[in-house]
């Protein structure tokens, strides 16, 4: 297994688009989570999946952010009609769920929105 | 409410020195508490953790950890400092229900010096 992959790693899109990153977990993790970070920040919870259920989803995640993780496994978040305040890394991590391990989080993507 | 406060925000050291990144946090419980490590444009890695036992705790690249509950702290050490070291740390304390989220701080930028 080479740990939790995220496409792409950079992402530059014109404001009003719409984007979708990918993440793949390590495979045998049933749970995923999507973070936040920007600049000079720690990262910031938006949600997480137990298998294919999304079971909690942060008030920072407003209504034009979606995320799935279909049949429980890989996960994609979806930004809509991307704002400037959207340009940020975005971190997906995986874990077994018992809270005690920590995550193994991806590389992240990069959001530029110009 | 969880809370992380990381009080440096960038510490420079000389190779070779030794080193304490500082961590304090706020839970109602005992915690779950983590440090990780971030590269410029990298995800996060976990360097070390803890959940119970043993006060002292050893981690990957010859970090270790002390958590004193009376102080409410988790600092990081090392006893002698790589160039490698320079990177972004950051401590995180972990919810014990629910998602498991981590409530990350604001990161400790390092800085080393030859």
């Known amino acids: 297994d080479t740990g939790v992959s995220q496409d792409p790693r950079h992402k530059i899109t014109k404001r009003g688009q719409n984007v979708t990153f990918r993440c793949d977990p390590i495979s045998e993790h049933n749970r995923l989570y999507w973070y936040r970070q920007t600049l000079g920040q720690g990262p910031e919870f938006l949600t997480y999946?137990?298998?294919?259920?999304?079971?909690?989803k942060s008030r920072l995640l407003s209504d034009r952010f979606s995320a799935e993780r279909p049949k429980g496994s890989f996960s994609t978040l979806e930004i809509q009609r991307t704002e400037q305040g959207d340009s940020a890394m975005y971190l997906c991590a995986s874990s077994t769920g018992t809270g005690r391990e920590g995550y193994t989080f991806g590389s992240g993507t990069r959001l530029t929105v110009v | 409410a969880q809370s992380v406060t990381q009080p440096d925000i960038h510490i420079t050291v000389s190779e070779g020195a030794s080193l304490e990144l500082r961590c304090n946090y706020s839970y109602g419980a005992t915690p779950y508490l983590f440090w990780y490590v971030q590269s410029p444009g990298q995800g996060l890695q976990l360097l070390l953790k803890y959940f119970s036992g043993d006060t002292l705790v050893q981690g990957i690249k010859g970090f270790e950890a002390e958590f004193k509950r009376s102080q409410s702290s988790f600092n990081l050490r090392k006893p002698s400092v790589h160039w490698s070291d320079a990177a972004e740390y950051f401590c995180?304390?972990?919810?014990?229900?629910?998602?498991?989220?981590?409530?990350f701080g604001t990161g400790t930028r390092l800085t080393v010096i030859p």
């Open positions: 999946f137990q298998n294919e259920a999304q079971l909690e």
């Open positions: 995180a304390v972990g919810d014990q229900t629910g998602a498991n989220n981590l409530f």
